[in-house]
């Protein structure tokens, strides 16, 4: 008996054909370093650092030179299929854009600087009332909170 896939696969699964056709009807080349960076970003869910991701292709034995992830994730990101999150003394963050909407926001530590999602139906309501009342079209938004995150609260004590 099989299980079914969990709506993270699905969504990555999603994305990367998203991805893939995107830049097809754009286009662009698919395959070489975008492919690979697609390949990858779709495998994690996203939420990573250009150098994080060149290093992680090179190990898994993708020749690929960092300045061409750049460049795949700089044109994934004009395109409107990843988000880059600058986050304060840490390199930029990138994120995918899912197909469906679906995204989430970011917890920061300002100490270690560790980065945890989360996700908030309240906030999203709140988001969509304060546009209902300001008649103000919100398109995207991105939440960021910035703090300390347990362990460096704990080892302060």
Request: glycine share 8%; hydrophobic share 45%.
């Amino acid at each position: 008996m099989t299980s079914a896939p969990d709506n993270q696969s699905v969504a990555a699964v999603a994305w990367r054909e998203a991805a893939l056709a995107a830049l097809r009807e754009r286009g662009h080349r698919t395959g070489g370093a975008r492919t690979a960076v697609i390949e990858r970003l779709a495998a994690g869910g996203g939420c990573v650092e250009a150098e994080e991701l060149a290093r992680d292709l090179r190990q898994a034995g993708d020749q690929v030179a960092t300045a061409s992830v750049y460049r795949a994730l700089t044109l994934l990101g004009e395109i409107g299929l990843l988000h880059r999150i600058a986050l304060p003394s840490a390199p930029a963050r990138f994120e995918l854009v899912l197909p469906d909407g679906a995204h989430h926001h970011h917890l920061v530590c300002a100490n270690c600087g560790s980065t945890d999602a989360f996700s908030d139906e309240a906030l999203e309501q709140a988001i969509q009332k304060i546009s209902a009342r300001t008649a103000f079209e919100v398109r995207s938004h991105d939440i960021t909170l910035h703090g300390r995150c347990a362990a460096c609260r704990a080892a302060a004590q």
